[in-house]
C-alpha cells in the first residue's frame, strides 16, 4: 500500500493558513519595511515573519525533520543524519515578493515535503487571489478553499504548439543562459503568450488554462510545491536539461503531450558547449507561412478526473 501524506498535507494547510494571516496584515500597508538582499532581490518583514512562524510550528509539529526556506537556509531537526526518514520541508516565505513589495496580489507562501529525494506534498497559498492550490503523492492536485471544500484540476489536452497557451516570468534570464533567441522562437510559434509569472503560471498549468510554463533561473524553494502539483495534476516538470523534478537552477511544465515539443526550442545543456546565438527560426523546416483560417478549432479540455470506484 502507498504511503499516505495525508497528514502532512493537512499540516501544510496549517502552516498555510498561519502565514495568509501575517502576510495579509502587511500587504499594502504603508509602512512596509522592504530591504535588498545581495542579489538585488527584495526581502520583506513580512518573508521573515513568514518563515519564522513556519519553522516554529514544524519544530513543534515535526521535530525531526529538516526545514529548508529562503530566507533562513537550512536547518536539520532532531532526526537529521540520524534516522530523520530523509525528510525536509522547503519553503518559500512569499513567492513574488516584488509583486508583494508594489501592491500587485500575485503572490504566494509555497510549502512542499520532500522524502528521500523526492517532492511527495505540496501547498501554494495565494491569500490576496483567494486562491489555494495542493497535492500529495499518489492522490491527485486539488483547489479550494479547504481540504473539505475543493475540487481536483487536470492539465489540458492540447498537443500542438500553435495551439498552446505559454506562460513566463520575464525575458531576460534567457538571454543569459544563451536562449534568448530560442525562447521568442517558441512564444512565436504558440498560441497565446502571458505573463503571468512565478506560481502562478504553475497553478494556471495544473488546472489546465494554461499549457507550458517555464523560467530559465529559478531555487529549489521556488519549484518545489509547484513541482508536485504539476505531476499530480497530470503534467510533466523537469529542469531545461530534461531532469525531473526541481533539482535544476530552471524549469519547464508542461502537460505532458507538449513536453518534448517545448524542450526541442528551450533545452539547454551547458556542457554541450558554447550557447547557439544564432538562432532565428523553429526547428522544423517550416519556411512557408502556414494557412490560418478565420476559424480554428483547438482542443482545451481537461481530463477527466479519476471516478471514485
Same mark, same amino acid.
Not at 229 to 247: C, D, H, K
Given at each position: 500500500m502507498a504511503h499516505s501524506y495525508s497528514d502532512d498535507l493537512r499540516l501544510a494547510h496549517v502552516l498555510a493558513d498561519n502565514a495568509d494571516?501575517?502576510?495579509?496584515?502587511?500587504?499594502?500597508a504603508i509602512d512596509?519595511?522592504?530591504?535588498?538582499?545581495?542579489?538585488?532581490?527584495?526581502?520583506?518583514?513580512?518573508?521573515?515573519?513568514?518563515?519564522?512562524?513556519i519553522r516554529r510550528t514544524l519544530?513543534?509539529?515535526?521535530?525531526?525533520?529538516?526545514?529548508?526556506?529562503?530566507?533562513?537556509?537550512?536547518?536539520?531537526?532532531?532526526?537529521?543524519?540520524?534516522?530523520g526518514g530523509g525528510r525536509r520541508w522547503i519553503v518559500d516565505p512569499i513567492d513574488g515578493t516584488s509583486n508583494f513589495v508594489r501592491g500587485v496580489p500575485v503572490w504566494a507562501t509555497l510549502i512542499a515535503l520532500e522524502e528521500d529525494g523526492e517532492i511527495v506534498a505540496g501547498c501554494v497559498s495565494a491569500p490576496a487571489l483567494g486562491r489555494r492550490w495542493w497535492a500529495s503523492k499518489g492522490t491527485g492536485a486539488h483547489t479550494g478553499k479547504s481540504l473539505l471544500s475543493s475540487r481536483e484540476i487536470k492539465v489540458s489536452q492540447v498537443a500542438d504548439l500553435?495551439?498552446?497557451?505559454?506562460?513566463?516570468?520575464?525575458?531576460g534570464g534567457w538571454d543569459?543562459?544563451?536562449r534568448g533567441q530560442a525562447f521568442a522562437a517558441l512564444m512565436r510559434r504558440c498560441w497565446r503568450t502571458r505573463a503571468y509569472g512565478d506560481f502562478w503560471s504553475?497553478?494556471?498549468?495544473?488546472?489546465?488554462?494554461?499549457?507550458?510554463?517555464?523560467e530559465p533561473e529559478l531555487n529549489?524553494? &521556488?519549484?518545489?510545491?509547484?513541482?508536485?502539483? %504539476? =505531476?499530480?495534476?497530470?503534467? *510533466?516538470?523537469?529542469?531545461?536539461?530534461? +531532469?525531473?523534478?526541481?533539482?535544476?537552477?530552471?524549469a519547464l511544465a508542461t502537460n505532458s503531450r507538449l513536453h518534448d515539443a517545448a524542450m526541442a526550442y528551450v533545452g539547454h545543456f551547458p556542457d554541450d558547449g558554447p550557447p547557439d546565438l544564432s538562432w532565428?527560426?523553429?526547428?522544423?523546416?517550416? &519556411?512557408?507561412?502556414?494557412?490560418?483560417?478565420? %476559424? =480554428?478549432?483547438?482542443?482545451? *479540455?481537461?481530463?477527466?478526473?479519476?471516478? +471514485?470506484p
Open positions: 494571516s501575517l502576510s495579509m496584515e502587511r500587504f499594502l512596509l519595511q522592504v530591504d535588498t538582499k545581495p542579489d538585488m532581490t527584495y526581502v520583506t518583514e513580512s518573508d521573515q515573519a513568514v518563515e519564522t512562524a519544530k513543534s509539529a515535526r521535530t525531526r525533520d529538516v526545514v529548508l526556506g529562503e530566507e533562513q537556509g537550512e536547518q536539520d531537526g532532531a532526526g537529521a543524519g540520524g534516522g500553435g495551439a498552446a497557451s505559454l506562460s513566463y516570468a520575464s525575458l543569459a543562459i544563451g504553475y497553478m494556471l498549468l495544473a488546472e489546465g488554462a494554461v499549457d507550458i510554463a517555464a529549489l524553494w &521556488d519549484m518545489a510545491a509547484l513541482d508536485v502539483i %504539476v =505531476r499530480e495534476a497530470g503534467g *510533466t516538470f523537469t529542469s531545461l536539461a530534461g +531532469a525531473p523534478g526541481p533539482w535544476g537552477d530552471n532565428t527560426d523553429e526547428p522544423e523546416d517550416d &519556411d512557408a507561412e502556414p494557412a490560418r483560417d478565420n %476559424v =480554428r478549432a483547438f482542443e482545451f *479540455t481537461r481530463e477527466p478526473a479519476d471516478e +471514485a
